[in-house]
């Protein structure tokens, strides 16, 4: 069973930055997704795995980045000028055969961290 791991969150004032973490695995997509409390797991963000290439929610774009490094061995997610609306338990997952119009959904996905807590406030 693969079992990917996140770290960096915690807890930032507005407007600061974090970055998270990810295990990476051969895949077509790895994504970040996150879930309020109260709320559905909603889009984050996705990188294709062969290309790089990065897609957003617009609620995030312009203020994080999804990358990996060149070793592909670890996703991160870069936030910048975050906002206490950004708070949530953000999850990496990763998508073996994912369709590129399924790689904004939940269900585009196969494996899943554990979640990792981006708190925001004063």
């Known amino acids: 069973q693969v079992r990917l791991v996140e770290s960096g969150g915690g807890l930032v004032q507005p407007g600061g930055s974090l970055r998270l973490s990810c295990t990476a695995i051969?895949?077509?997509?790895m994504a970040w997704f996150r879930q309020a409390p109260g709320k559905e797991r909603e889009f984050v963000a996705a990188?294709?795995?062969?290309?790089?290439?990065?897609y957003y929610a617009d609620a995030v774009k312009g203020r994080f980045t999804v990358s990996r490094d060149n070793a592909k061995t670890t996703l991160y997610l870069q936030m910048n000028n975050l906002t206490p609306e950004d708070t949530a338990v953000y999850y990496c997952?990763?998508?073996?055969?994912?369709?590129?119009?399924?790689?904004?959904?939940?269900?585009?996905?196969?494996?899943w961290g554990q979640g990792t807590q981006v708190t925001v406030s004063s």
């Open positions: 997952a990763a998508g073996l055969r994912t369709l590129l119009s399924e790689s904004s959904t939940p269900r585009g996905y196969d494996y």
């Open positions: 051969a895949s077509r997509y």
């Open positions: 990188i294709r795995w062969s290309g790089g290439y990065t």
